[in-house]
């Protein structure tokens, strides 16, 4: 059946909310899953349980791994110091560790003890580690040797209450692994890097910025592997700085990197050692529940952020959340992406300033949405432009065969908007079946290709069930100069696919979206607010007729959040939307033909859309044989 929906059906609001109540403070919304195994991750002090958080920007990952650090329990084992002291075999350094904050008290006692005003006994009594008597037990005589009695403290934990946590925002060899001074005793030469600065605690890193060199990631997990073998007591060799190789710290280092969906697969995929060194893998949501639990928790972070800005008026809020779901393109989603909503707000506080208000109305948080979209809307007027005056050919009126106004979205930058594109179809006897134009051209993408063969089994499956499916039909984006990728075009090209083997006039004031099966089911497609909106602009353009639409699935109903000067054209009747979840209604609606059922014998009822299309296809098939 067709619904087509009304503006009730379609207005969303977060009005009639008072959001006095709530304080600031919250800077990570929902992700429950995400931060039970990241607590979980970081309370394992083992080799392999680094970390490896996913999710998009502004999600607020990072602030989650800060928080969770903070509250965490410093641990005595981790907080301990660590020297690097003279070794005979001068290439290879030795490193010392000692409880926290006592390495200056032993290079005190080391000291006394060159220069004979300490003995043996006396450091020994002080100084009982294995390690360390061997150290002394190495040591040549102090006169001509002072160097072999001077530590190179390397970490001093001394009044440290937590473990130690570094950002490493530009990671490169030297930053992160240290280097060595040539002109030094070899032991006294090494200027440790983050990796060893972060012994006992946590270094996190952006994990496209490290793997990105690919020498760089080969260093991190041969270190995370030294220390491995370090703390399991078992000889190995330090990474190579200079002509000095030092032992590694037996301290773990727990590495967190934040990164992407993309990153994670790629490192999943092609990686051998990634899964054994990154068992811990919490991944961010995009969104989450609208429920009463996250719209607190999002008001919440924007009063944090927005200290020092103009206080926002409940109103101010709601069109925030109103405009969180649009970025999470569900209705009864909220984007986590919190730093857009931050962002959001400080540009609605400076229009409020600049319009003399006292707090943030709503109007202007709307304002600063529309401010957005205009700032990145030239190539959307210029092709509004084109519509106006011809250059782009196109009918938002009548009915053609052959041809639909499907809708694409196109990304500029950090915008990105809806526009109809002109979607034809030519069909001849032939063996060819289906040819993707775009294809040809070099400018479709992989997913438009898989789309179209999908077209071609649905022919098959609908129709061509006891004779060959023999055709010629190329399917073209016409004017389109860029790659076409995606399946949301394919329904628009199914149906100008059906028209054009039929010879069936449809209308072309109703304009498509929507992907589709071999089977025929109806399936959600992205971007669904700005190609309505991209028809309705396109249609506004040269005149608005009262009977223009668009077709949509059913099951994107959940994602429209529509800007409310369309609700208004819709509540008007100046402009429709018609949800279906069957396709044999959609043609239908744009075709005024009925669909036809098939009866005992397997033929569709005479004078129906369907029976036009099998009996065009048996047609083409004989002359197809005939050539």
């Known amino acids: 059946m067709i619904r087509e929906l009304k503006a009730g059906d379609i207005v969303l609001s977060y009005g009639g909310r008072s959001f006095s109540g709530i304080e600031p403070g919250c800077r990570t919304v929902g992700q429950e899953r995400a931060l039970g195994l990241l607590r979980m991750g970081l309370s394992i002090d083992r080799i392999g349980y680094n970390i490896f958080l996913s999710g998009d920007d502004g999600s607020g990952r990072l602030n989650a791994v800060l928080n969770e650090i903070e509250s965490m329990e410093p641990g005595s084992s981790s907080l301990k110091d660590a020297a690097y002291c003279w070794n005979p075999d001068g290439k290879r350094p030795r490193v010392l560790l000692f409880p926290q904050g006592t390495a200056s ?90 990796y060893q600065a972060a012994s006992g605690g946590f270094l996190i890193l952006d994990a496209g910025e490290i793997t990105s060199d690919e020498e760089l990631w080969k260093t991190l997990k041969r270190y995370i592997e030294m220390t491995e073998r370090a703390m399991s007591s078992r000889n190995v060799l330090g990474e190579m700085m200079s002509s000095v190789r030092p032992d590694p710290i037996p301290m773990l280092t727990k590495v967190i990197l934040i990164g992407n969906e993309n990153t994670f697969d790629t490192l999943s995929e092609k990686d051998g050692k990634f899964s054994r060194y990154f068992r811990i893998t919490p991944e961010f949501d995009y969104a989450v529940d609208a429920d009463e639990k996250n719209i607190e928790a999002t008001v919440s972070y924007l009063k944090s952020a927005g200290k020092g800005l103009l206080p926002p008026s409940d109103e101010a809020f709601a069109e925030i959340l109103r405009h969180s779901s649009l970025i999470a393109e569900d209705r009864s989603k909220l984007t986590a992406e919190l730093s857009l909503l931050g962002d959001l707000l ?125 055709l010629y039909a190329g399917i073209c984006f016409e004017q389109s100069y860029a790659e076409v990728d995606g399946d949301s075009a394919s329904l628009a090209e199914l149906y100008a696919l059906l028209s054009a083997i039929g010879g069936i006039p449809i ?74 979840g069957d396709l044999d209604d959609g043609m239908a609606l744009l075709s005024g033909m009925p669909i036809g059922e098939r009866d005992r014998k397997g033929i569709f009822t005479p004078g129906s859309y369907n029976r036009k299309v099998e009996d065009a296809l048996r047609e083409l098939c004989r002359w197809s044989q005939k050539g």
Request: glycine letters at 12%; one cysteine or more.
């Open 105 to 194: 008290a032993f290079q005190e006692d080391l000291t006394k003890f060159g220069k004979g005003t300490l003995s043996r006994s006396g450091i020994d009594s002080r100084w009982p580690k294995p390690d360390i008597q061997r150290f002394l037990s190495s040591l040549p005589p102090y006169g001509g040797h002072e160097d072999a009695y001077r530590l190179n403290i390397v970490l001093d934990r001394s009044g440290m209450a937590s473990r130690p946590t570094i950002i490493e925002s530009h990671p490169s060899h030297r930053s992160l692994f240290g280097s060595a001074d040539s002109k030094a005793a070899p032991h006294l030469s090494i200027q440790i890097g983050s």
């Open 346 to 470: 400080e540009e609605s506080s400076i229009l409020a300033a600049a319009n003399g208000h006292t707090a943030i109305e709503g109007a202007d948080v709307r304002e600063a949405i529309h401010n957005r979209e205009w700032y990145g809307s030239l190539t959307e007027e210029k092709i509004e432009s084109e519509i106006r005056t011809g250059a782009m050919v196109i009918a938002l009126s009548g009915t053609k065969t052959g041809i639909v106004n499907g809708l694409a979205v196109m990304d500029r930058g950090s915008s990105s908007f809806g526009t109809p594109a002109v979607i034809s179809v030519a069909v001849a006897p032939g063996t060819e079946g289906i040819v993707n134009i775009e294809h040809e051209a070099g400018l479709s993408g992989g997913i438009h290709d898989k789309g179209l063969l999908i077209l071609e089994g649905y022919l098959r499956h609908r129709y061509a069930r006891t004779f060959p499916l023999s």
């Open 507 to 580: 209308r072309q004031d109703i304009a498509v979206t929507g992907s589709v099966s071999q089977m025929g089911d109806l399936l959600p497609v992205g971007g669904i607010n700005e190609k309505i909106e991209g028809f309705y602009n396109a249609c506004l353009t040269t005149g608005l007729t009262g009977t223009q639409g668009v077709i949509i699935p059913e099951v994107n109903i959940s994602s429209l959040i529509l800007p409310r000067h369309i609700e208004k054209a819709i509540d008007e009747h100046r402009f429709h939307i018609y949800a279906i």
